[in-house]
């Protein structure tokens, strides 16, 4: 059944106090980012209103102001190997990630959010697929994702205590799940580095929430439907 991005959500998820990360790329005002010649070197974490987001160094830095998703700012990291920035976010053991993404190079993977390049949090691959690596174990969601092909709304949430992870598309669903060592990391957006072949970026980066407890089923609703009404995407 498909929700309208127009249907009214109470816009109270990211005061949760579990809430440890909250990125509003569309907000383009001075007082939530900082950019220079169309790189964008900061952005407020507005989980806590204080510490920022940041890349300081100028050939690593997301572009802003060049890309949209469905006519909201969002961060491009372009396939050059080097965009990314920090989120100041150590490894958990109990998380809950949404992004609003589009992949927008095809036949290449990208890095969304990882702690290195063996922790693939969320990655997008060249087959249209969404893959979450612990660094002891993969999950993966192929068939279907069209991620290349339109925004969506993908999560990933992470129990240790019940050892399992699930990740999620435009949907409450869990598409998938498996065995989880009980540490993935969260450091940075984009790629992971110079020469890291396979982890080169190449997507548009909107709204990026992050929850450090493994949110019920009904949460992660209530925050996909919160973020299909700011950004236009047709929940199933």
């Known amino acids: 059944m498909?929700?309208?991005p127009l249907q009214p959500v109470p816009l109270t998820i990211p005061s949760a106090s579990n809430c440890i990360l909250w990125?509003?790329?569309q907000d383009t005002r001075s007082s939530n980012m900082t950019t220079s010649?169309?790189?964008l070197s900061a952005i407020k974490?507005?989980?806590n209103n204080r510490i920022l987001i940041n890349q300081v160094t100028a050939a690593y830095q997301p572009a802003s102001g060049v890309a949209t998703i469905n006519g909201l700012n969002a961060l491009q990291y372009d396939n050059d190997n080097n965009r990314r920035?920090?989120?100041n976010i150590t490894n958990q053991a109990n998380l809950t990630i949404f992004s609003v993404i589009q992949q927008f190079v095809t036949g290449v993977q990208a890095h969304v959010i990882a702690g290195t390049g063996a922790e693939q949090t969320m990655r997008l691959a060249s087959d249209n697929g969404f893959t979450c690596n612990d660094g002891s174990t993969a999950l993966a969601l192929t068939?279907?994702?069209s991620i290349l092909t339109a925004p969506a709304i993908l999560a990933v949430r992470a129990n240790a205590s019940l050892l399992t992870r699930n990740l999620y598309k435009n949907s409450a669903t869990a598409g998938t799940?498996?065995?989880y060592d009980g540490l993935i990391g969260t450091q940075f957006f984009g790629a992971n580095g110079s020469g890291a072949s396979g982890a080169r970026g190449g997507f548009n980066?909107?709204?990026t929430i992050i929850y450090n407890k493994a949110l019920s089923d009904s949460e992660v609703l209530t925050i996909m439907r919160y973020l299909a009404n700011q950004w236009g995407v047709i929940l199933t």
């Open 2 to 4: 498909a929700v309208s």
């Open 23 to 25: 990125m509003r790329p």
């Open 37 to 39: 010649a169309g790189r």
């Open 45 to 47: 974490n507005l989980a």
């Open 85 to 87: 920035l920090s989120t």
């Open 143 to 145: 068939g279907g994702t």
């Open 177 to 179: 799940s498996g065995v």
């Open 205 to 207: 980066q909107g709204e």
